[in-house]
């Protein structure tokens, strides 16, 4: 699988503000993140990423990185699936950003059930404000966007509400949008409905 290492571990840590978590989630050591992190601050001749108590903050150009990091590391997905040999069965591959809401208390079981009927899925979370969701969605960052509450302006397609409640009372409507383009419909539609049936 062809990837930039370096790149994938600072985009871990800038995800999960941590170097402790991010090493977990790489199965490597956190010497080893700290090592990548110092390697990229080389090249670019700046620092990424001010460490915080319990965790790390990015700086203005770890957020630039950030942005292209994203783009980066999906192309090498892109690239990957489409070097899969002929013959081997290509794994399910899911990039779901979502509001935080969603992230906490929805996704996690539908990820399992999903992941429980097509065990070879990968699936990866991205959380993001409601605001920022349908760019990652129409940047190719996410092939999934699942928000609270329908935008006023909504390019990509709305794919399936949940309305959540309590006693009648509405506590969430969650809209599932994803872009017609460059999504993946087989994938994304399996997990909206194994979410449905999840809830």
């Known amino acids: 699988m062809l990837t930039d290492f370096r790149l994938k571990v600072f985009h871990t840590v800038a995800l999960r503000k941590n170097f402790t978590r991010a090493a977990r989630e790489?199965?490597?050591?956190?010497?080893?993140?700290?090592?990548?992190?110092?390697?990229?601050?080389?090249q670019v001749g700046d620092t990424l990423v001010e460490r915080r108590q319990g965790g790390i903050a990015l700086t203005p150009k770890g957020e630039i990185l950030l942005n292209y990091a994203e783009k980066i590391l999906h192309l090498y997905d892109s690239l990957n699936r489409e070097l899969i040999p002929s013959n081997t069965r290509a794994a399910e591959q899911l990039r779901i950003a979502a509001c935080p809401i969603a992230v906490r208390f929805i996704l996690p079981k539908a990820i399992k059930k999903f992941q429980m009927l097509y065990p070879a899925a990968e699936i990866s979370l991205i959380e993001r404000a409601d605001s920022e969701i349908e760019g990652a969605v129409t940047d190719g960052v996410a092939?999934?966007?699942?928000?609270?509450?329908?935008?006023?302006?909504?390019?990509?397609?709305?794919?399936?509400?949940?309305?959540?409640?309590?006693?009648?009372?509405?506590?969430?409507?969650?809209?599932?949008?994803?872009?017609?383009?460059?999504?993946?419909?087989?994938?994304?539609?399996?997990?909206?409905?194994?979410?449905?049936?999840?809830?």
Request: charged content about 25%; some cysteine; proline content about 5%.
């Open 26 to 42: 790489l199965h490597i050591s956190q010497p080893a993140v700290s090592q990548n992190i110092a390697e990229l601050e080389q």
């Open 143 to 199: 092939d999934l966007g699942v928000m609270e509450g329908r935008p006023e302006k909504l390019s990509c397609a709305p794919f399936a509400e949940l309305k959540l409640s309590d006693s009648g009372d509405a506590l969430a409507e969650i809209i599932f949008a994803y872009d017609p383009q460059s999504a993946e419909s087989s994938t994304i539609e399996k997990f909206i409905l194994t979410s449905k049936t999840a809830l």
